[in-house]
């Protein structure tokens, strides 16, 4: 039994899918007919297109989680990356990482970094003695041609010092990364606390949860560091 049409068409009409013949020679003809129309071409490269677009969207979410796309490119030569409202770009950043590499210097200050590189090594902030075993790694691994990428073990120092760079991004690009907690980070008896906050906070975001982070200016009420709301 063949579905009713709302709207027939003549047996010497055009056939409605296209194909330019008469309906009673193309789809009228009670026979298949396996000829795709221009219409159809269309339609069947448009659904590729979103496939492969949906394909790109699953890997990013695999490999960032739900939080905002990491916004970075190659233009004329530099690198630019996206944090929030704020564009960063540079001519030596080859990658993503490069780009961490120089956020987590602005985030804490190259005053106080250089600083505490001038103590001596058992005196250095943790933060510091993770960099000096970055940097001796990148000696190590160095290419013998300057400016080309190379891959190379991942380490524990390398880890722990990208992974804490990639949190104060993902928490500057998806929330609010408070002077507060810059602060706290920096302060050798608060920063085992601080770098727990900010650990979970960075997976609340990498899960899809909006964060609000409480305002933790006045001492004399107590509250949790942040908000995190599922979306819908």
């Not at 979410?61 to 490119?73: C, E, F, T, Y």
């Not at 008896?189 to 601080?194: D, K, M, V, Y």
Request: net charge positive.
């Amino acid at each position: 039994m063949r579905p009713r049409r709302k709207n027939k068409v003549g047996r010497n009409g055009a056939c409605p899918c296209g194909s330019g013949q008469k309906f009673k020679r193309c789809h009228g003809s009670g026979s298949i007919d396996f000829r795709v129309s221009p219409a159809a071409s269309i339609d069947q490269d448009l659904q590729h297109l979103i496939q492969q677009f949906e394909a790109r969207e699953l890997q990013r979410q695999q490999q960032q989680g739900l939080g905002r796309p990491i916004a970075s490119a190659l233009f004329q030569g530099h690198r630019f990356v996206a944090v929030r409202g704020r564009l960063h770009f540079s001519k030596g950043w080859k990658t993503f990482h490069d780009f961490l590499m120089h956020y987590i210097k602005i985030v804490l200050g190259e005053a106080w970094g250089t600083s505490e590189l001038r103590k001596p090594e058992a005196d250095r902030h943790p933060i510091l003695r993770w960099y000096g075993l970055v940097c001796k790694y990148q000696r190590d691994h160095a290419s013998e041609v300057a400016g080309t990428i190379r891959t190379a073990p991942m380490t524990g120092a390398i880890e722990v010092y990208l992974g804490l760079a990639y949190t104060l991004y993902l928490l500057a690009h998806n929330a609010e990364l408070q002077d507060r907690m810059i602060k706290r980070l920096k302060d050798r008896s608060n920063f085992l606390g601080a770098y727990y906050e900010t650990y979970v906070a960075a997976a609340f975001i990498k899960a899809g949860f909006d964060l609000a982070l409480e305002d933790e200016s006045d001492p004399s009420q107590s509250h949790c560091e942040f908000v995190a709301t599922s979306q819908p």
